[in-house]
C-alpha cells in the first residue's frame, strides 16, 4: 500500500510539473525564448571565438594553395607566350631581310639567297656560315647584303659554306675613295683602313665605294702631324651581326 502511494505521489508531481510548464509557455513563450536566446548568445560567441580561428586557418590555406596554382598557371602561360613572341619576332626579321633582298635584287645576275647559321664568336674573326653548299656556289663567288658587297666565298660544303668578309684583318681590296682609287686594308669587326697622303682632303660621311657599289662610310680621320700620311677609317654602312641573309652571286 505504502509503494503505491509513493508512485501515485510522483506520477502526480510530473503531471503537475508538465502542466505548469505547459501553463508557462502558453503564457509567457516569447519571453522564455529571450531568455534562452540570451543564455545562449555567450556559448555561441565563446565557440565562435574558439572556431573561427581554424576555420581561418583552413580558408587561408585552401586560398593560398589556390593562389599558388593561379601563379604558377600565369608563368606558364607567360612563358609560352614569350616563346610566341621570340618565334613571331624571328620570322617578322627573317622577312624583313628577305624584303630588303628583293629591292636590293635589280640585277639580272644570278644569285642565291642563303641564310646566315653562325657568325663570330661562333665561327672565324669576320666570318659567316650560310646553309647553301656545293650544288649551288663555288669558291669566289661575291656576297651582297643591304646593297653592299661584303665578302667572298671561301670555302664549299655539300650543304653550307665559309663566307670570308672583306674586312678581315689584313685582306686588302681596292676601293674608290673621294674618286682615287685607293688599297684599303680590313681591321676587323666590319672596319677598314686606308693610308692617304696628308694633304688630300677627306671629310667624314663621304661614302666609299667597291666596283661602283657602295662598301661603306668614313668615320674616323687620324691626323698624323709628324709624317706624310693621315688614317682614313670606314665600316660597313650597317652592323654585321644585324646580317641575317645575304646574296650570292655566281662569280
Known amino acids: 500500500m505504502t509503494y503505491r502511494r509513493r508512485n501515485k505521489k510522483k506520477i502526480n508531481k510530473k503531471v503537475l510539473a508538465i502542466l505548469i510548464i505547459l501553463v508557462v509557455l502558453f503564457f509567457f513563450g516569447p519571453s ?3 531568455i534562452v536566446h540570451l543564455a545562449s548568445t555567450p556559448a555561441n560567441i565563446t565557440k565562435n571565438i574558439l572556431v573561427t580561428p581554424f576555420k581561418s ?27 610566341e613572341n621570340l618565334t613571331i619576332e624571328s620570322l617578322r626579321k627573317e622577312n624583313d631581310s628577305l624584303k630588303d633582298i628583293v629591292e636590293f635584287s635589280d640585277t639580272e645576275e644570278e644569285f642565291y639567297v642563303a641564310k646566315v647559321i653562325n657568325r663570330p664568336p661562333f665561327s672565324p674573326y669576320d666570318t659567316f656560315v650560310v646553309n647553301t653548299g656545293s650544288s649551288d656556289i663555288s669558291v669566289g663567288d661575291r656576297v651582297h647584303s643591304f646593297g653592299v658587297f661584303i665578302g667572298e666565298v671561301e670555302e664549299v660544303y655539300i650543304r653550307s659554306a665559309v663566307i670570308r668578309l672583306y674586312s678581315s684583318p689584313n685582306r686588302n681590296i681596292f676601293v674608290d675613295l673621294d674618286e682615287q682609287e685607293l688599297e684599303a686594308v680590313g681591321i676587323g669587326g666590319g672596319g677598314f683602313s686606308i693610308s692617304i697622303p696628308k694633304d688630300i682632303k677627306i671629310e667624314k660621311n663621304i661614302t666609299v665605294f667597291l666596283d661602283e657599289s657602295p662598301i661603306g662610310i668614313v668615320d674616323e680621320i687620324e691626323e698624323d702631324q709628324t709624317g706624310a700620311f693621315k688614317k682614313v677609317y670606314f665600316r660597313y654602312p650597317f652592323n654585321i651581326n644585324d646580317i641575317d641573309f645575304v646574296q650570292i652571286y655566281k662569280n
Open 32 to 34: 522564455v525564448k529571450n
Open 57 to 83: 586557418s583552413i580558408e587561408y590555406f585552401k586560398t593560398k594553395k589556390s593562389l599558388i596554382n593561379e601563379n604558377e598557371e600565369l608563368k606558364n602561360s607567360n612563358r609560352r607566350l614569350s616563346i
